[in-house]
């Protein structure tokens, strides 16, 4: 399984500043079978990209998979 997140154009509001939101999708993709098994849509103001895997990552517990993520998602406590 991959887990990525995409933000979705035209939802960015805040302009250049540095407290900007905007809507991204976060899912877990299975290229054994080419479809999206899992999805949260969230508001990076409202919570993080992290907490959302996390969450993700808890829903596939119980199943033997493997997970693919950016280096972001590499946390200490997701290995626990």
């Not at 805040?14 to 993709?29: A, D, H, L, R």
Request: hydrophobic letters at 40%.
């Amino acid at each position: 399984m991959a887990i990525d997140e995409k933000s979705i154009k035209s939802t960015n509001v805040g302009g250049n500043s540095y407290y900007k939101n905007f809507v991204t999708i976060v899912y877990v993709y299975s290229p054994k079978i080419g479809w999206v098994v899992r999805h949260k849509v969230m508001e990076n103001q409202h919570q993080s990209a992290i907490e959302v895997v996390e969450k993700l990552i808890k829903e596939l517990s119980g199943t033997q998979v493997v997970i693919t993520a950016d280096a972001l998602h590499c946390q200490k406590k997701l290995l626990l």
